[in-house]
């Protein structure tokens, strides 16, 4: 059964401190691992979509990396507007293009 | 603003009622999901419509129904309510049905019911 794990559930880090979340994932087939961004009460918003292993993205302060069992989302020297919860997809070959989510990890950026 | 609408924003009823929310997907978006959002429970995916027929289905209860129009938006019907439905239900839209797809989600609507 496709799965993903997402930690720590929380994250609480000072202005410019950087650091880094995880998804691990077992899926059947990965077709894409997705990243959103969601604000409370908001919709989440797409950040990145990586395909293979050793993949890379970046957007402004955030890195995405992918391996065959994992992926991380690196923030470098983050600012308070970057807290919200990160929630992590993956779409696998036998889910009929569904994607199964993450709880999420809850940052807190303080300044 | 991800291009995808949902309407109303908030939605208070009681239980035993009925209620229907609406999606506006993105321009030139051909599919439609519905998702449950809950304190405990994370993202849930409930169905998925592509140009007007249904797609896939996920965990949605027997009294929640959904539909996609012609004009591509799609409405999601939620009948005997429950103080467990309480919930945000997002909608989101992609192009098609292929792999790799970026889904974009609306605002959401939140429902209480009380």
């Known amino acids: 059964e496709d799965q993903v794990t997402q930690s720590p559930e929380a994250l609480r880090l000072q202005e410019g401190e950087s650091s880094s979340l995880n998804c691990s994932y077992t899926v059947s087939g990965l077709r894409g691992l997705f990243w959103y961004r969601q604000d409370p009460g908001k919709g989440p918003e797409f950040l990145f979509t990586l395909y293979s292993a050793g993949e890379e993205k970046e957007k402004e302060r955030l890195k995405a990396t992918l391996t065959k069992k994992e992926s991380f989302l690196h923030i470098t020297a983050p600012k308070p507007e970057d807290s919200a919860t990160y929630l992590c997809?993956?779409?696998?070959?036998?889910?009929?293009?569904?994607?199964?989510w993450g709880a999420g990890t809850k940052l807190i950026i303080k300044p | 603003d991800s291009g995808v609408t949902q309407t109303p924003k908030h939605l208070i009823t009681a239980t035993g009622q009925r209620v229907t929310l609406r999606c506006s997907p993105r321009?030139?978006?051909?599919?439609v999901y519905w998702y449950q959002q809950s304190l405990d429970q994370g993202l849930q995916f409930l169905i998925q419509y592509y140009n007007g027929e249904e797609r896939a289905k996920g965990n949605i209860l027997e009294r929640f129904s959904a539909q996609q129009f012609p004009d591509l938006h799609s409405e999601l019907n939620l009948s005997s309510l429950e103080l467990g439905d309480s919930a945000l239900y997002f909608c989101?839209?992609?192009?098609?049905?292929?792999?790799?797809?970026?889904?974009?989600f609306g605002p959401g609507t939140r429902l209480l019911v009380l």
């Open positions: 321009s030139g978006d051909l599919s």
């Open positions: 997809a993956v779409q696998g070959r036998d889910s009929n293009y569904q994607l199964i």
């Open positions: 989101a839209s992609s192009v098609g049905t292929r792999a790799r797809e970026t889904q974009y």
